[in-house]
């Protein structure tokens, strides 16, 4: 075979080879691909960015009933706008770390003052005092020793922030279903 | 015996190499290197090295068997604290659930190994309710199980709280978020 006739071959082959590989090139790019390998999520562009610390202590200990915005069903009390009103009375601060499953949670006490500090200013932040401290690990240990009455507990603090005037009336924070708790 | 040696660096070794050799047989020599050649061969067979192959490369039994590919077998990655009827098997997938049942407001969270990146998910473990027991593909996976008196993180229970029903359908599995 002369040199003519080989450089024609090779460039049948390159234009076959440019044929072959075109679809699949667009193929690929046009398909979002997605961080988590696994069948549903990887042609759906899904990203997901590793979650803070507190985040993820929220999700593994509350988010399951509470809800990840802090909003539930009615059988289970609201956070999102809420919580932070425990915040501005000395009991109300104390009665969020000792309500039964923050108090009894297997979690470390640092673990649970970063979480409730977070949970407060993502959900609540409105509510929060102007002087609001953070919870320190220290806090949390001393604080979740106690072993309340929850629901009585829950009225004397609600009662000391409507007398205080931290909020108009017991209705801000009235559980739909009180029976329950 | 006086040494032959002239230099002092000789009869060092002069006198050290004839104790050896008046203290130890040449048979000795033999068989020690012949027990270490054994030893060192049969090291990669003793039990402790075999069970840390089987081990695997995560610290989850379950990530080490699991897979990322079919939502209807009992080791798909998300399952690793399921406990129930697959919702991919009874007409629903493995975040979904199957028609004439509804998924219930609460769950609980649990997290898995996705064996392909190595990388920690939180997964919502979400019953479908409303409908009868489904009873295709019946799976129990205990990873962070604990027992009823800490019912939060207990699956042996029916999650189909604040649902407008408490009859178990069948257990699905969503993806909640990347822990790590």
Not at chain 2, 65 to 78: L, M
Not at chain 2, 95 to 104: A, F, L, Q, R, V
Request: one cysteine or more.
């Amino acid at each position: 075979m002369n040199r003519g006739a080989v450089s024609r071959v090779l460039s049948i082959l390159r234009g076959c080879a440019v044929i072959l590989l075109w679809p699949s090139a667009g193929i690929s790019q046009e398909l979002p691909t997605s961080n988590v390998p696994d069948v549903l999520t990887r042609n759906t562009g899904l990203h997901l960015e590793p979650m803070p610390r507190a985040a993820r202590i929220y999700a593994e200990n509350c988010q399951g009933c509470h809800g990840w915005t802090g909003v539930s069903v009615t059988e289970v009390p609201t956070l999102a706008g809420r919580i932070g009103y425990f915040a501005r009375t000395p009991e109300g601060r104390k009665y969020l770390m000792q309500v039964p499953n923050v108090a009894l949670n297997p979690s470390s006490d640092a673990d649970i003052a970063a979480m409730m500090n977070w949970l407060l200013d993502t959900v609540s932040r409105a509510q929060l005092p102007s002087d609001f401290q953070p919870y320190t690990a220290e806090e949390v240990a001393r604080l979740r020793k106690a072993r309340i009455d929850a629901p009585a507990e829950r009225r004397r603090v609600i009662e000391a922030l409507v007398a205080s005037k931290q909020i108009p009336s017991p209705d801000v924070l009235a559980i739909p279903h009180a029976s329950l708790y | 015996m006086k040494p032959i040696s002239k230099t002092r660096f000789d009869r060092l070794i002069e006198r050290s190499s004839r104790s050896a050799a008046q203290r130890i047989s040449r048979r000795s020599v033999l068989s020690r290197c012949g027990a270490w050649l054994v030893a060192a061969s049969a090291l990669p067979l003793l039990p402790v090295s075999r069970r840390a192959q089987a081990a695997g490369k995560f610290a989850s039994d379950f990530a080490n068997q699991a897979q990322t590919k079919d939502p209807t077998q009992c080791n798909y990655w998300r399952y690793c604290s399921s406990d129930g009827y697959l919702c991919a098997c009874c007409g629903g997938g493995p975040s979904t659930c199957p028609p004439g049942s509804s998924p219930s407001p609460t769950s609980w969270v649990g997290s898995c190994i996705n064996p392909d990146d190595g990388k920690t998910y939180l997964i919502a473990y979400r019953d479908c309710c409303g409908k009868d027991s489904c009873g295709k593909c019946s799976c129990l996976g205990q990873e962070g199980d604990m027992p009823e008196y800490r019912p939060q993180v207990n699956n042996d229970i029916v999650w189909c709280f604040g649902a407008s029903s408490m009859v178990y359908h069948c257990s699905s599995a969503g993806l909640v978020g990347l822990a790590e």
